[in-house]
């Protein structure tokens, strides 16, 4: 695969549509995998990439502590979208978890909320990426929803040196909004990421070394 000119790639796709974003990423010639919180829009993401390619691995770290509303959505768009999912879950259940570490830390408590996120998060992603050794990451992060997120581009070299490619960088509330609109795409109203707590919080899978 030849070196990525990130300037050059960011300037050719700052306008173009989102799925000619997706097919670039898989015309680089690297192995490329999608990834998917099953959050609230997550199916916008999901729905842009399997119209382009449904065969482009689909990583979902599921922390073993989403809601119902979550689960039925997710085993939705799995079903209807045809995706080639991928779950990793963490290695201790989450009773067994909370049992030991007393419920999910706060935020506050910073050493036993990072431990948290290791375990149910970053420690499920790495084993993702030791199997699929992917050169290209599609992700659904926008500029908008954090502050280290304005400091990327719709192409972005991850810090384990994954180029991180993100269609809908750019988009806004409104566009995220339509899109689902658009294509009746089933949203997952009551949502909850333990390792973020609140909106504006990184979940640590775009900041881990």
Not at 64 to 86: M, P
Not at 162 to 176: E, T
Not at 177 to 203: I, N, Q, S, W
Request: hydrophobic content about 40%.
């Amino acid at each position: 695969m030849p070196e990525l000119d990130l300037q050059q790639a960011n300037e050719a796709l700052r306008d173009a549509a989102a799925p000619d974003v997706v097919r670039w990423a898989l015309a680089q010639g690297g192995k490329t995998i999608a990834t998917t919180s099953m959050g609230r829009n997550a199916a916008v993401m999901l729905h842009l990439v399997s119209q382009v390619d449904p065969d482009v691995p689909t990583i979902w770290v599921d922390t073993g502590y989403n809601l119902r509303d979550t689960y039925v959505v997710a085993e939705r768009l799995i079903n209807d979208l045809g995706l080639n999912i991928h779950v990793y879950s963490p290695l201790m259940t989450s009773e067994r978890r909370n049992a030991i570490m007393g419920g999910i830390p706060t935020v506050d408590d910073e050493e036993r909320h990072t431990q948290f996120t290791r375990q149910v998060k970053l420690e499920p992603f790495d084993r993702a990426l030791a199997e699929f050794k992917p050169d290209f990451w599609l992700t659904g992060i926008r500029r908008e929803e954090t502050e280290h997120r304005k400091t990327l581009d719709t192409v972005s070299i991850d810090n384990r040196g994954i180029v991180k490619v993100a269609p809908i960088f750019y988009w806004s509330d409104d566009q995220v909004d339509a899109y689902m609109e658009a294509h009746k795409l089933p949203t997952c109203r009551h949502y909850f990421d333990p390792t973020k707590v609140f909106d504006g919080r990184e979940c640590g899978l775009h900041t881990a070394a």
